[in-house]
């Protein structure tokens, strides 16, 4: 368990769905982090270094394909 900084809400590990943009694309991705339990839409994340991975690898896609 890990408490929110700003809200001091519990947060657990767990995966959400957060959708991500660049310039005109966007995209969805599985993101791991810390989440408030009744957090749904992954608004309220913490990530560690390595959940970052997740959403560095999917903004890499999305500059890749705006290079065509």
């Known amino acids: 368990m890990r408490v929110h900084p700003e809200t001091g ?5 767990g995966v959400r769905p957060v959708r ?5 694309q966007s995209m969805v991705v599985e993101m ?4 408030a339990i009744d957090d ?3 608004e309220s994340g913490i990530f560690d270094r390595d959940d970052m991975l997740v959403s560095d690898s999917a903004i ?5 394909r705006g290079l065509r």
């Open 9 to 13: 809400v519990e947060l657990v590990r």
């Open 20 to 24: 991500l943009s660049l310039e005109s």
């Open 32 to 35: 791991p982090g810390w989440y």
């Open 40 to 42: 749904v839409s992954g």
């Open 60 to 64: 890499a896609e999305m500059r890749s």
